[in-house]
């Protein structure tokens, strides 16, 4: 079983810029969220659900022209749930070389055609940075559920 590792790529268009033409927070979210959902959707052969998606921090801006990568993969697994992390790089042709912007968690949900959870396949780590992301993720669960316990969903 892969991870189920996706590359997705966009370029920075003035729609996804702010006024002084950095991309859009908002617009970066949704991309890693569609990154992170094809990764676990590969891994799942079928549909998701995005559960929840942990802190991000911009780091530095990315400016229009450039050209976004979002690599996503699997790093977990539960009974129906999923962990997949998300690394984004940004290049700007011609200014600047390709650099680490952020690297994101988030946890999908194996659903069926109604939306109801179904079981996806268990996850077996396969190298040793599979095997560290692996093991380190039930403190990010711990720490999710604690979030959960402060602010339950009504
Ligand atoms: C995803 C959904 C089907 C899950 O149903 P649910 O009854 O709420 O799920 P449960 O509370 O039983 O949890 C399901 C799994 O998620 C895990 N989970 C729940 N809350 C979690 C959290 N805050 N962090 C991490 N994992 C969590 C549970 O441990 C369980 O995992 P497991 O089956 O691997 O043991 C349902 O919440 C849903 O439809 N949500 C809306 C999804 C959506 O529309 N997303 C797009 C953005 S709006």
Redesign the pocket.
């Known amino acids: 079983m892969t991870n189920g590792k996706s590359v997705m790529t966009e370029l920075v268009l003035p729609n996804d810029t702010n006024i002084i033409g950095n991309l859009l927070g908002g617009r970066l979210l949704h991309w890693i969220d569609i990154s992170g959902a094809l990764a676990a959707t590969r891994y799942a052969n079928g549909l998701v659900?995005?559960?929840?998606m942990d802190t991000v921090e911009f780091t530095r801006p990315i400016k229009m022209g450039s050209i976004v990568t979002l690599i996503s993969y699997v790093t977990w697994?539960?009974?129906?749930?999923m962990e997949a992390a998300v690394e984004v790089y940004a290049e700007n042709p011609g200014v600047s070389d390709k650099v680490f912007v952020t690297k994101v968690y988030l946890?999908f949900?194996g659903?069926d055609g109604e939306?109801?959870?179904r079981r996806v396949p268990a996850f077996t780590p396969q190298s040793a940075q599979e095997t560290q992301e692996f093991e380190d993720a039930a403190q990010r669960?711990s720490a999710?559920?604690a979030?959960?316990k402060e602010f339950p969903a009504q």
């Open positions: 659900a995005t559960l929840t697994t539960g009974n129906t749930s946890v949900v659903i939306g109801k959870k669960k999710r559920f979030l959960r």
